[in-house]
C-alpha cells in the first residue's frame, strides 16, 4: 500500500495529512504564522506540505517539474499572502490541494496560449520569410508580362509603380 501511496499521490503514506494531531499541530502553526509572523512556524508548515503541494502541481502539469515547481512555490506564496485571512478551523491540507489546483490549472491554461501565441509569431514569421522568395520567383513574370503591354499601358505601369508617381500624374 505505500507503494501504491507514493506511485499514486507523489508522497508516502506516513505523512498522515488526515491525522486530528497533524490538523491540530497545523493549524497552531498557522495561528502562530498569522499572528507574530513567526518564519519558524511557516517553514515547518512549508516542510509539511511542500509533498503535498509539489506532487498535486506535478500531476495537474502533466509531469513539467519546472512548472510544478513555479506552481509550488505560488502557492506558499499565497499561504503567507493569505495566511492570516483563513478560519482556525481550516484544513490546510485540503486548502493548499484546493488552492494548488486553481493555481496549476491556470498555469496550464496560461502555458497552452503561450505556445498558441509562439506557433503563430513563428508561421507569421515564416510567411514573412517566404515572401521574399515568392517575390523572386514571381518577378520575372511580371517583367515579362508588362514587356508584352501595348506602350501606352506598360508606360503607366512603370510610371505608376516603379517610378512611384501618383494616379493624377500618370
Known sequence: ALVIGKFLFGFGLQWGFTGEQMTTDSQQLL????????????RELVARYLSLVYSTALRLVDGDTQL???????????????????SGKVMLGGWLHQHTYHVATRSVRSEQRRKIR????????TLQDDSGAHWRQLAPILDEAITQLGREDRTAIVLRFFEQRDFRSV
Open 31 to 42: 495561528a502562530e504564522y498569522s499572528a507574530h509572523g513567526s518564519e519558524a512556524a511557516f
Open 68 to 86: 510544478a515547481e513555479d506552481v509550488s512555490q505560488a502557492v506558499f506564496l499565497s499561504l503567507a499572502q493569505k495566511g492570516h485571512t483563513l
Open 118 to 125: 509562439e506557433r503563430e509569431a513563428v508561421e507569421m514569421n
